[in-house]
């Protein structure tokens, strides 16, 4: 009598554990879908590759059995997440394991049975048994022989050769990411630890790595002796990605490495996982691992936020760190210090905070993609993106704000907030009054801004919006700016700033011209600004004349590695000293001189105020030597002298310099100088001169400029001889003492520079013979090496140390003191006024390494240095950004130990 058939139950596949097994998901009743181990029945399949066990001492890694990766593959790639039938034919007793037959529908919507198809394949083989074999058997066996005398799977001639390679561990990941970094790797997901961690197969070189998801953190399982402890929603975060990748083809971007683990994106198909994850509330941003994103930061953070406010899982009892905004209560008077563009300025709240407001329902102007043939030829022609002066109108909406609103005081009304989208951060949208006008409704009446469409149901928009929608009528009926027929307007503007040569033709003519006009565009320091000169129509770079002004802190960027580079001591105070007195203002400004850089140096005047004097007369610059021959000379005198008395800023730890300095260790000898570097060299070697024959040197150059001027030289008269002195014409048209290092051709000299220790190729006819009475005065320009310290090996980390140095010290003033001599040349220290020492502060920022000295008498200051290398190593600063490379990590990269 025949048995009746196995009832038939569905389920869905979770997991594919080798070519004869699977894990099959039941229906969820109340709780975690239930889940059961399913063997096909009448096969066996190869086996699958296992790894050692580090936990069992006598464990050893296996390979695959001939195609037995292909043949898990079969069963995955058809029934991973797939609705399947199967049955259960019968149970091991004691091991409770079950055997059975799995029915997947095929294209035509019919039953398939799974078990004979991977036999039909060749990939698994038919297990013999009983003295008659049942009719399934016999249908089984039958497929095998076809397969057999086909050479399929397992059967082919070169079955011994389809065995996977596989990559169990990663010996170098900081390398192995290197090399993989912005790739999108295939992979497949072969584990699912937690919500954000998985184990994967990288394709098709077969690395087994860990990958934690970049810039997120799931709730997490807690081991406590031989048991795991879920943390909350830690079970349901591990089964909303388990069903999403568990097995499932993706795409990995590594990132980062954290131990021997990777930090990465894995993009689904569908999507990106941790996107889902945050909008979900199962996981949290986490700002260590957001670091190493390589994209995307917005776009998880807006899925948090959007969590946050919804209050799901991990947020149910989320309260915010700050009540919600209440928009009609939101109204203030604050000063406008910038205009950003047509439709943003910043604005300092009365608390002090500086905000970023944009107009609310207005759209400044933008450049269509049919106008981009007609746009203005300075578009083409520039080779940086200048939206001001390029795009139609720009420059006409930002001078109308700049003009009525700069410095003045204004009514702020906060209309709505917008959440960031389309890759837009979050924008606080206001509506801005002065004297009662609103500013976005003067900017529509124009023409230079247009008025945003909002949807019906759209209630962020201006508390002003149908006055906004009435002045567009107007300007477009009168045929206003943007709605003009009319060619708009074009800005040829020249940019100066980079260009050397271009700035030495302006140079002439700005100094002839005495005070000129210019809007302040851009300050990067107390003393740096970006201007534009509208009667010139030229954009400069332009540093004060007379001071010295601490640096600004700043960020700078290496390898893709983003950092905040601090600044001097009121470096940052003095930065917006400036921009509160001067940014965007229209002020005066007086030529002096240009740099090698082709930036422009002199005074600038800003309602009458000489902004040199107003930055020392408050603390926040100390005057420099070359202000001695200038007119503002006893004005910058006074006000430092002030400053000091006051011990304003700067100035508030001052003490009278003295020319020898006595330190408490008597072995070191000390007899600081006064000095300013002039030029570098190579390495750390720099030229310098002493502030105390500054003015000698200042007379003796006003006397060769007095005596060549009124006798001058006959071109062509002079003779080039190599190592003769002489007077060369520098390019800012004044006589120096030069010395012949060189005669490169009968035109053509190379001489260097003895009073300022810089070099040049020049022209014969721009040299003549040194009168006599100007040969005997010593050479000004002394050469020194920074003592203690050393460039790294590498070609590029010795460059940026020595541009720091270079940024840090050229044309400034210090105090230098003699450390020691080494075959003729002199080692030294270098030291601000206020006592901060040069080089262990780029020893200290990661710039430079600290030199071995064994002399006794320097043990207290090698022990200072090895202080501050101690604290870059700790921090991870540029040398040591990827830890200690000085011992072994040296050996690994190649360095000699």
């Avoid at 035509?108 to 003295?131: D, F, K, P, Q």
């Amino acid at each position: 009598m025949a048995q009746p058939a196995p009832p038939m139950i569905r389920g869905i596949v979770k997991q594919v554990l080798s070519g004869d097994s699977v894990i099959i998901r039941g229906q969820p009743k109340g709780g975690p879908p239930p889940e059961r181990q399913l063997c096909l029945s009448n096969i066996t399949a190869p086996k699958l590759a296992r790894r050692a066990n580090p936990n069992v001492e006598s464990s050893t890694a296996t390979n695959d059995e001939p195609f037995a990766w292909e043949a898990r593959e079969f069963l995955r790639t058809r029934l991973i997440g797939k609705e399947v039938l199967f049955s259960v034919e019968y149970k091991v007793p004691g091991t409770g394991r079950e055997y059975g037959c799995i029915f997947l529908k095929n294209a035509t919507g019919e039953l398939e049975n799974v078990t004979e198809a991977i036999v039909a394949e060749g990939l698994v083989e038919v297990r013999r048994g009983g003295i008659k074999p049942s009719d399934e058997q016999t249908k089984l066996i039958d497929l095998e022989e076809i397969a057999k005398t086909q050479g399929k799977g397992r059967w082919a001639n070169d079955a011994s050769e389809h065995v996977r390679k596989i990559n169990w561990s990663v010996e170098n990941p900081r390398h192995f990411l290197d090399t993989h970094t912005g790739k999108e790797i295939p992979a497949i997901v072969e584990h699912v630890r937690d919500g954000c961690t998985v184990r994967l197969f990288l394709l098709p070189e077969f690395y087994h790595i860990t990958v934690m998801l970049s810039g997120i953190k799931s709730p997490m399982f807690k081991r406590e002796g031989d048991k795991e402890f879920p943390e909350p929603f830690a079970d349901e975060a591990k089964f909303f990605t388990e069903s999403r990748l568990l097995q499932r083809e993706v795409k990995v971007i590594l990132e980062g490495v954290s131990n021997t683990n990777f930090l990465g994106t894995v993009i689904h198909p569908a999507g990106n996982i941790s996107e889902l994850l945050l909008r979900e509330g199962f996981a949290r941003c986490v700002d260590w691992s957001m670091a190493v994103l390589s994209k995307g930061h917005d776009i998880l953070r807006a899925a948090e936020k959007l969590a946050k406010e919804k209050r799901i899982r991990i947020w149910k009892e989320y309260v915010p760190s700050t009540p919600a905004i209440e928009i009609k209560d939101q109204e203030f008077s604050g000063k406008v210090l910038e205009i950003v563009n047509a439709d943003a300025v910043v604005v300092r709240h009365p608390s002090g905070k500086d905000m970023k407001i944009h107009l609310s329902s207005v759209r400044p102007p933008r450049v269509q993609p049919k106008e981009d043939a007609e746009l203005a030829p300075v578009a083409k022609e520039n080779k940086r993106s200048r939206p001001l002066y390029d795009i139609p109108y720009m420059f006409e909406a930002r001078e109308f704000m700049r003009k009525k609103l700069v410095g003045k005081k204004v009514n702020v009304k906060i209309d709505y907030i917008k959440l960031p989208n389309d890759g837009f951060p979050e924008r606080t949208c206001a509506t801005i009054t002065i004297g009662g006008v609103n500013v976005a409704e003067a900017l529509v009446s124009k023409g230079f801004v247009t008025v945003l469409r909002h949807r019906q149901d759209d209630d962020q928009r201006s508390s002003h919006y149908d006055e906004l929608l009435a002045a567009e009528t107007r300007a477009v009926k009168n045929g206003k700016g943007l709605h003009s027929k009319k060619e708009p307007p074009i800005h040829r503007v020249a940019d100066l700033s980079g260009e050397a040569a271009k700035a030495k033709q302006f140079l002439p003519f700005l100094q002839r011209a005495g005070r000129s006009s210019a809007i302040v565009e851009f300050v990067a320091s107390g003393s740096r600004m970006r201007l534009y000169l509208p009667k010139e129509t030229c954009l400069v770079t332009f540093l004060l004349a007379g001071i010295s002004c601490p640096r600004a802190g700043r960020i700078a960027t290496s390898q893709g590695v983003i950092t905040n580079m601090d600044g001097d001591a009121f470096g940052d105070e003095a930065q917006r000293f400036t921009k509160d007195m001067v940014m965007q203002r229209e002020v005066e400004v007086e030529v002096e001189g240009i740099d090698k850089a082709g930036n422009f140096i002199g005074w600038m005047f800003v309602d009458d105020k000489n902004l040199s004097v107003a930055l020392v007369e408050s603390g926040l610059s100390s005057v420099h030597f070359s202000a001695e021959r200038t007119s503002f000379y006893h004005q910058l005198s006074r006000a430092e002298e002030l400053a000091k008395q006051q011990k304003l800023k700067m100035w508030a730890k001052y003490e009278e310099p003295k020319d020898v300095v006595v330190v408490e260790e008597t072995e070191r000898k000390c007899n600081y100088k006064k000095i300013i570097v002039t030029e570098f060299k190579n390495e750390l070697t720099f030229y310098a001169q002493l502030v105390e024959t500054g003015p000698q040197l200042e007379q003796l150059m006003t006397d060769l400029n007095t005596e060549l001027g009124s006798s001058p030289p006959l071109p062509g008269s002079f003779t080039a001889r190599k190592g003769e002195m002489c007077a060369a014409r520098f390019v800012d048209n004044s006589w120096y003492r030069a010395k012949i290092e060189s005669v490169k051709s009968p035109s053509e000299v190379s001489v260097f520079y003895v009073d300022y220790g810089n070099r040049e190729v020049l022209p014969v006819t721009r040299l003549c013979p040194l009168p006599s009475a100007f040969i005997a005065f010593p050479n000004q320009a002394k050469e020194f090496t920074l003592a203690f310290v050393e460039l790294p090996k590498d070609p590029d980390q010795a460059e940026d140390a020595m541009e720091e140095l270079q940024k840090r010290v050229l044309n400034r003033q210090f105090l230098l003191n003699v450390e020691y001599k080494n075959g003729g040349q002199e080692f030294v220290s270098v030291m601000t006024e206020g006592g901060d020492d040069v080089g262990k502060s780029l020893v200290a920022d990661g710039f430079v390494l600290v030199e071995k000295r064994k002399e006794k008498r320097l043990q207290k200051m090698m022990e200072e240095y090895r202080k501050a290398q101690d604290t870059a190593r700790t921090t991870r600063l540029n040398l040591w950004r990827y830890g200690d490379f000085t011992e072994d990590d040296a050996r690994e990269f190649g360095y000699p130990n």
